[in-house]
């Protein structure tokens, strides 16, 4: 419980002064004027062309998705058996 607003300013001041302390506390921690360096793969650059090995699958002639294609042609009237009792 707050008693006295020197206690509200009390608390106030340690706030503000853990709060600059813990901003030079962690620039000495993670920050430094050490140049980090790594050895990274090079990778080839990317071309447009497209060199695919499997002629099965690319061919001249696709089936064309928007055409219907039929099977065989269905004369069934009564696709499902009846129930007998």
Known sequence: MLRSPKTIGLIGVIVILS???????????FSGEDKLTTQVEEVDSISSEFNYTG??????NPLNPTK????ESNNNQQPLPTATE
């Open 68 to 71: 219907d294609i039929t099977i």
């Open 55 to 60: 002629k099965s699958y690319f061919t001249d």
């Open 19 to 29: 709060g600059v302390l813990s901003v030079f506390v962690s620039n000495l921690l």
